[in-house]
């Protein structure tokens, strides 16, 4: 396995990147990459909102509603990747099975 590794900032913390250019860290911190559908992303956001409307303490509620932005900004995200994603695409059967599988996954709600 071949890794680097990238200060991007002087006196802050360290990045680094797996062979596959997966980041492992970032600014000093271990992180972890995954991903999530965006039936999954919706889901979460909707469970979220009621366990918000449910939570009586707090100090939770407020960590229930990082959670919720994070997904929130996640299918954002989302949206713009699909975007810029049919802008840049060349036209042809793969670019079309995408819009085809996109449409589907709106029309069944998941967007």
Do not use: W
Not at 67 to 92: M, R, W, Y
């Amino acid at each position: 396995m071949r890794v680097s590794f990238k200060r991007y900032i002087a006196d802050d913390g360290i990045s680094a990147f797996a062979s596959d250019h997966k980041m492992v860290m970032s600014f000093g911190s271990p992180i972890v990459s995954r991903y999530f559908t965006a039936e999954e992303i919706q889901e979460y956001i909707c469970t979220l909102e009621q366990a918000i409307d449910d939570e009586p303490n707090m100090g939770q509620k407020l960590g229930l509603k990082r959670i919720l932005n994070s997904f929130i900004v996640s299918l954002d995200l989302l949206k713009e990747n699909h975007e810029a994603f049919v802008q840049e695409a060349p036209t042809g059967p793969d670019l079309e099975e995408y819009m085809l599988s996109y449409a589907r996954a709106i029309k069944g709600g998941t967007l």
